[in-house]
């Protein structure tokens, strides 16, 4: 009886719910078709142009001018009273400003777009509040997407989003170009620590949880506290075929939609309110003049109904870059043609709106396409209520930089943080241990947060974190600085290429591991993000090797502590490192974090969400196929094909131990209606209380195409006191086991599968 009272009032509310959001969506749809029915050619064309703010300012953006930046009124009305201009966004050039200032800012476009346009349709700011809403000074600042995916806590994306959004929208800007679902796939990629690894389903889960961050579990974008997402950068994007950015791919149709696909359509169907177009070519298709890809795929099948905006100046590139358009007008009219609802221009308008539309007058583009467009981008609008507010007041917002938030942002760093290598528990060092810290990493906030952090590319992140600790200043914090020697050995050349460095009193940081205990070396890579970021040799600087070598050659224990946007390759000293701790880039807090596992106040407990390679010749992931694991092939030809990583996906150890028994399945043999369960039991057989993520696996022994060797089905977290013991449980269906065919067709094929947990494993056979 209790469950039918219970069950009926859940049927109840979610029916009233459906009632509720059809009827906002019907309003929402009146209001669009009324405004619409109002709007010139002109207008309508305005609104699928985007600019940047640097079109509408005069002086710099650029921290280093010192000029404060400010709106030029003459060119704000050309682009917004004569050109119809709908959005702006950010600038490359831009740099953390106060919340009062951003809406100071905003209130000025908005004033000028209510005001004094005919239409009076306010301005949509979008900006890649990536990790924390990056470019607001105070906001905090989280680890990035990377670092979230090694907590395996959807948890963490969610309240780093939820918090991101607050802080947005506290700026007054209401759209974030966030969350990356590109597939981590390559680790060579400079924007490899901007998505959450390499695993499909794992990218799935922590883009689900910080997409309803960001829009709010039942999507309410029109709450103060809520931004519109964008997923980017649809589709293949992070996979380049010479692993630079924006250079071609080559993806199998069959992979392009179980692997990467795969995340974009589930967060589409969560709702999602906007995609970004991937800014490259795969398989010698332009995606941003892909019909197929935007209209077929993305608008049609997957049933977007939210806004396409393109990649930075990516229709113009159809012209100048990629040579698919003779001139910059039909690049045009490709990218509307095919989809393309809105053209981050960013810089040249004039021309993206005389000709689109001319092209609409010469029958060139339908106007019923155009239509389309604007109807997406006008709905964004009024769901985000931006008639109502088109800016907000920082007074309304008495958590910005709260210490509740700096809280979440620090346990995301540390239960991020992967202990990779542990030799004789050198880890935890004791409190009192005299230690030696160094490298290019050991005192910098600008290395701990990234690229995008205050600045595009984050080289001015010192000026805006003097509050926070560096590892060092963290490490001192720990053990009292008369404990800590700091010799860097070698530095970044903060005003050169991301990846200069140079020998900085590395003879006396030789010298000096002779007066401590232990050596923590910090190393890996300085900030930076896209193009910029590009890679000529994935393995650790010449000048980082040679630093932990000698170190090593002293006979003191070195700690290697790794801090860095994608894994650089490290096979040639990691035997002479005593122990591995991998911070990725961890944020403001990352350095605390780092120093209380460092010191046993916080047991690890982050795993890789990527493989790290030994060598830069062997980029395997971990759902390779088994012929990429033989060591030898039989007959004539005999070649090593080893399957090698240093640190395997999903790696990750902890101080206490953690036995798996009793791997259990409901049902050895299963149909498509059933639901498996999966239970296994986990104890914390050490002496102190840990974390612990359970990862299942499964691999399907036989199938129509070469399976995978393994595949992530589902994951959790649990926290367990020594001694105790806990039975987790998994639910899976047979549609979780599928993959994509040859004919692009998800399927599972009736036989065996193995299930695996930890070094467990049990067989099931499938049914049809
Ligand atoms: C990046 C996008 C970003 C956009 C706007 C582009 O260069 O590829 O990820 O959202 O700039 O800043």
Redesign the pocket.
């Known amino acids: 009886m209790k469950k039918t009272i219970l069950s009926t009032s859940v049927l109840l509310t979610t029916i009233l719910l459906h009632l509720s959001c059809s009827q906002q969506q019907s309003s929402v749809d009146a209001d669009v078709d009324k405004i619409l029915s109002e709007m010139t050619l002109e207008q309508k064309v305005g609104q699928m142009a985007q600019i940047t703010l640097d079109v509408i300012g005069n002086g710099e953006t650029r921290h280093s001018s010192n000029v404060p930046f400010e709106i030029d009124s003459a060119r704000i009305r050309k682009a917004l009273v004569d050109y119809h201009i709908g959005s702006i966004?950010?600038t490359?050039n831009n740099y953390a400003l106060p919340p009062e200032q951003w809406n100071q800012l905003i209130s000025y476009i908005q004033k000028i777009a209510m005001e004094e346009t005919k239409a009076r349709i306010p301005v949509i700011y979008?900006?890649?509040a990536?990790h924390g809403a990056t470019y607001t000074d105070g906001a905090i600042m989280f680890p990035q997407q990377i670092s979230l995916a090694a907590t395996f806590n959807t948890s963490h994306a969610y309240n780093t989003a939820t918090v991101s959004a607050y802080e947005t929208r506290a700026s007054g800007i209401p759209w974030n170009?966030?969350p990356?679902l590109d597939l981590g796939a390559d680790p060579r990629f400079s924007?490899q620590y901007?998505g959450f690894g390499e695993d499909p389903y794992l990218v799935k889960s922590m883009g689900l949880a910080m997409l309803a961050g960001y829009e709010g579990i039942n999507d309410s974008i029109g709450s103060k506290y809520k931004v519109a997402s964008?997923l980017?950068?649809y589709l293949g994007?992070s996979v380049p075929f010479s692993g630079k950015?924006?250079t071609p791919a080559y993806i199998p149709d069959n992979i392009l939609r179980e692997y990467h696909l795969e995340p974009f359509r589930a967060a589409v169907e969560a709702g999602a309110e906007s995609v970004?177009i991937n800014?490259g070519i795969i398989n010698g298709v332009t995606i941003h003049a892909s019909h197929d890809l935007i209209t077929k795929l993305l608008k049609e099948e997957l049933k977007f109904e939210g806004v396409v905006v393109t990649?930075?100046?990516d229709i113009i590139n159809l012209h100048t870059r990629d040579k698919i358009a003779q001139s910059h007008k039909e690049a045009i009219k490709l990218a509307v043609n095919a989809g393309i609802d809105m053209s981050?221009i960013?810089y040249e308008y004039e021309t993206f709106c005389t000709n689109l539309v001319e092209l609409v007058k010469e029958g060139e583009v339908k106007e019923s396409r155009i239509d389309d467009a604007v109807r997406r981008i006008l709905k964004l609008k009024l769901k985000l209520n931006l008639w109502e507010h088109p800016v907000t007041n920082i007074s309304d917002y008495p958590e910005f930089g709260s210490e509740k938030s700096a809280r979440l942002a620090y346990e995301a760093a540390a239960e991020a943080i992967t202990l990779l290598k542990n030799q004789n528990s050198t880890l935890p060092l004791q409190k009192d241990a005299k230690v030696l810290v160094c490298g290019p990493n050991a005192n910098s906030m600008r290395s701990l947060n990234g690229g995008w952090s205050y600045s595009?590319q984050g080289e001015k992140t010192e000026r805006f974190t003097s509050r926070f600790n560096t590892i060092l200043e963290a490490i001192q914090n720990e053990i009292g600085a008369q404990n800590v020697k700091y010799v860097p050995g070698v530095s970044y050349i903060n005003e050169g290429m991301y990846f200069e460095d140079k020998d900085d009193n590395f003879s006396e940081a030789i010298r000096s591991a002779a007066t401590v205990d232990a050596v923590i070396l910090c190393v890996g890579e300085n900030s930076y993000?896209?193009?910029p970021g590009d890679l000529n040799d994935l393995t650790l600087s010449a000048n980082q090797l040679r630093l932990a070598k000698e170190l090593a050659g002293t006979g003191k224990p070195v700690i290697l502590v790794l801090n860095e946007g994608r894994p650089r390759s490290i096979h040639s000293i990691e035997p002479d490192m005593k122990a591995v701790v991998q911070t990725y880039l961890p944020g403001n807090y990352g350095g605390d974090a780092l120093a209380d596992i460092l010191f046993g106040d916080v047991n690890p407990s982050g795993r890789l969400p990527y493989t790290y390679p030994s060598y830069p010749n062997s980029l395997v992931t971990y759902y390779h196929k088994p012929s990429e694991e033989q060591k030898r092939a039989e007959g004539a030809y005999v070649y090593e094909s080893d399957y090698n990583p240093q640190y395997e996906f999903g790696h990750g150890l902890s101080y206490t131990t953690f036995e798996y028994s009793n791997l259990k399945v409901s049902n050895s043999t299963f149909t498509e209606k059933d639901v498996l369960k999966v239970t296994v039991d986990v104890k914390n057989t050490g002496s102190r209380s840990g974390k612990e993520s359970i990862l299942l696996y499964s691999s399907d022994v036989y199938a129509s195409m070469t399976p995978d060797v393994k595949r992530l089905r589902r994951f959790t977290k649990i926290n367990l006191e020594p001694g105790q013991s806990q039975t987790v449980e998994f639910e899976i269906r047979a549609k979780d086991l599928a993959f994509v065919n040859q004919y692009g067709l998800w399927v599972t094929e009736p036989g065996d599968f193995e299930l695996m947990i930890s070094g467990l494993r049990t067989n099931i056979t499938f049914k049809n």
């Open positions: 966004l950010n490359t979008g900006i890649d990536i170009f966030s990356v924007r901007e964008c980017k950068h994007y950015d924006r970004m800014s990649d930075w100046m981050m960013p595009w993000c896209e193009k």
